[in-house]
């Protein structure tokens, strides 16, 4: 259970101050069917999502939580880049599943976080592949995923692309799931539009290390991306067609998908601070 303090910005319904803020329908369907979730703080009486509110008038939101999911723990250290009473944003290791599912049960980012914090909700913003690193932001609550799932979070990837790229650009692409059943997204005027932005950081002698932001977040977007233009990700095995291990910048030999999630900047869905994080790649120098 959350409570939250609001004053109302305009002069309207609880509901159309609700939306202004960044409330889905589904929350506000749940305050609506229960009497005494809203309760006006200047006068003192429960309020509907209907009742009129004046500009300023100050009220108050409870947030019922769902049903928690039953799930074993996964004793996994885990680094917090950073963590308030409503998100966190972890720098997921590689080789992790984001979700405890039948292929990755009892061994996942949803176990280890219910490691640490017991029983809770999961609600991962951004999801990242199992073999991409990097940061990743989880909501403490209905109301934050919410708000974020609607903001226009600035999310930078690295990557080790095979080959020389040089310069910049934009890759603008359409994403096409191949067939039913299947992981493979190819490039194909049926698929979803997409659109990616890359810029170089260096240039190696096999390989180079390219900054890539997202505009869409399609599935397996960058690698896709990537391959389509003759630069396919170091270690991709669904989409490099010679997927071998490589020697990193680091000096380490590497074996998995060479993508990590290096950049986030969002606003914080309750206060409306600016968050601008960063995180460097291990296969990096």
């Not at 966190?88 to 405890?100: E, G, Q, R």
Request: hydrophobic share 35%; with cysteine; net charge positive.
């Amino acid at each position: 259970m959350k409570k939250i303090d609001y004053k109302a910005s305009i002069e309207g319904t609880v509901e159309e101050n609700l939306r202004a803020i960044g409330y889905s329908s589904k929350i506000i369907t749940k305050l609506r069917k229960e009497l005494g979730l809203i309760v006006s703080l200047d006068r003192n009486i429960p309020l509907r999502t209907v009742d009129k509110l004046s500009i300023g008038e100050r009220y108050q939101i409870t947030l019922m939580d769902e049903i928690k999911r039953d799930i074993p723990n996964y004793n996994l250290p885990l680094e917090f880049v950073y963590e308030d009473n409503d998100i966190a944003v972890i720098n997921k290791p590689y080789n992790l599943a984001v979700i405890s599912t039948s292929n990755h049960y009892a061994k996942s980012l949803e176990n280890a976080l219910h490691n640490v914090w017991g029983d809770f909700v999961y609600r991962p913003v951004n999801r990242l592949d199992k073999d991409t690193s990097g940061l990743m932001i989880i909501a403490k609550n209905q109301l934050a995923h919410s708000i974020l799932n609607k903001q226009n979070i600035i999310k930078k990837y690295v990557a080790l692309v095979s080959g020389k790229l040089e310069g910049s650009g934009t890759i603008d692409a359409p994403i096409y799931k191949r067939e039913t059943g299947s992981m493979v997204r190819i490039i194909d005027t049926r698929g979803q539009s997409a659109k990616t932005d890359y810029k170089t950081l260096k240039v190696y002698n096999d390989y180079s290390l390219v900054e890539f932001t997202l505009h869409t977040g399609r599935t397996h977007q960058i690698r896709v991306h990537s391959s389509y233009i003759g630069h396919p990700l170091c270690c991709d095995f669904l989409y490099n067609p010679n997927p071998q291990p490589v020697v990193a910048p680091n000096g380490n030999m590497l074996t998995r998908t060479a993508l990590h999630s290096s950049y986030l900047e969002f606003y914080q869905p309750i206060t409306n601070e600016k968050i601008v994080l960063y995180k460097k790649a291990d296969f990096e120098e």
